[in-house]
């Protein structure tokens, strides 16, 4: 059976879980896509993609309240093999995973507050 594709999937979870942060859906389906796509290059770094059984699995623990990176420990990590340390392919997908996970910072190194008493310190 061939894999859904991201926009499908991401309606099949929208409609199997209705009340679910959509944000953290497509964070999901972006996730699988992206496994599936390197799973498909020709320099894959990885064996096999995420399934639709597991993006579904990811889906219903972030709606009870886990984040995406415990969603994954569970679901996507014991998938892959960690043999090789920062080469294998855990490895790999742990880096995928957190690519879209939001961890508090912004993107943004200053902000004005920031800025404004950076120069109050600094008037001569």
Same mark, same amino acid.
């Given at each position: *059976?061939? *894999? !859904?594709?991201?926009? #499908?999937?991401?309606?099949?979870? $929208?409609?199997?879980?209705?009340?679910?942060?959509? #944000?953290? &859906?497509? +964070? &999901?389906? %972006? &996730? @699988? %896509?992206?496994?599936?796509? /390197?799973?498909? $290059?020709?320099?894959?770094?990885?064996?096999?993609? &995420? $399934?639709?059984?597991?993006?579904? /699995?990811? @889906?219903? !623990?972030?709606?009870?309240?886990?984040? !995406? !990176?415990?969603? @994954? %420990? =569970?679901?996507?990590?014991?998938?892959?093999?960690? +043999?090789?340390? =920062?080469? $294998? %392919?855990?490895?790999?997908?742990?880096?995928?995973?957190?690519?879209?996970?939001?961890?508090?910072?912004?993107?943004?190194?200053?902000?004005?507050?920031? *800025? @404004? /008493?950076?120069?109050?310190?600094?008037?001569?």
């Amino acid at each position: *059976m061939d *894999m !859904l594709s991201q926009f #499908d999937e991401y309606d099949l979870i $929208s409609k199997r879980f209705p009340h679910a942060d959509k #944000d953290m &859906i497509k +964070a &999901i389906t %972006e &996730i @699988a %896509e992206v496994t599936r796509k /390197e799973c498909k $290059s020709d320099t894959a770094r990885i064996t096999g993609a &995420i $399934s639709t059984r597991t993006t579904l /699995e990811m @889906a219903s !623990l972030t709606y009870d309240g886990f984040s !995406l !990176l415990e969603a @994954a %420990e =569970v679901t996507m990590y014991p998938q892959y093999d960690d +043999a090789g340390g =920062v080469d $294998s %392919e855990r490895t790999f997908v742990k880096q995928i995973v957190q690519k879209f996970c939001d961890d508090g910072s912004s993107d943004d190194l200053f902000n004005e507050e920031e *800025m @404004a /008493e950076a120069t109050e310190d600094t008037d001569y």
